[in-house]
């Protein structure tokens, strides 16, 4: 598996269900960051053929679906979601081993192509007491780095998780574990439902590969502009 390079470090998550409105802000950011980031409500609204015509711009797409279901159907969706050559691409953990095998194995299928297969652990909406509700006993921090090893060890190339986890995790996973930070806020903005953020400066730092964005730089009057201080923030806080 291949390193992420510092042009991938920043992926910027299209949270909108207007393919439109996704397709102006690629055109904004080519060149600039390092992807986009399709997720449920973009895909939803705009299906395959929107997403293909969002990769068609040039800028990788990180398909952040969350597969979870029994193996057979998993290893079908991957096999589908090949199609649309996806950089990354995501299977929850919590599916457990089996599925995650069946993700693996289909996303072997596509070769040199191969996306990276990256573990949903633990939402960075959910904190103790939420995850508690759930009915999983222990911390956010013990359960992310139990489905960490779970998917290291069973074909998945990273995670997702918070930047406060990556020290644990990282040591927990190896150096060539990708870590996919989401929950990012430049130091100049509030956090909102996302409860365990961190500043883009802090997240490498912390360990993390892959950082996403959103509302800061999508919801930005010059997207472009917002993107470049994300970006100038990670290349200052070291490779």
Known sequence: MAAIQPSQRLFVALDTPDE???????????????????????????????????GATGLPVFLDLKFHDI????G????AA??????????????????MRAAAEAAAEAGAERPLLIGITVLTS???????????????????????????????DGITCSAHEAPLLRA???????????????????????????????AVRLGADCLVVGRPITGADDPAAAARAVAAEIAEAGP
């Open 20 to 54: 439109a409105r996704a397709l102006a802000l690629c055109g904004q950011l080519a060149g600039v960051v390092g992807g986009v980031k399709v997720g449920n409500e973009l895909f939803t609204a705009a299906g395959p053929a929107g997403v293909a015509r969002l």
């Open 71 to 74: 193996p057979n159907t998993v």
């Open 76 to 79: 079908r969706a991957v096999r």
């Open 82 to 99: 090949l199609a649309l050559k996806p950089f990354m691409l995501t299977v929850h953990a919590a599916g457990g081993v089996a599925m």
């Open 126 to 156: 959910m904190n103790d007491e939420a995850l508690a509700a759930t009915g999983v006993a222990g911390p956010v921090l013990g359960h992310a780095e139990r489905l960490a090893r779970l998917s290291r060890d069973n074909g998945l």
């Open 172 to 202: 927990a996973c190896g150096p060539d574990f990708v870590l996919v930070t989401p929950g990012i806020r430049p130091a100049a903005v509030g956090g909102d439902d996302q409860k365990r953020t961190v500043t883009p400066a802090e």
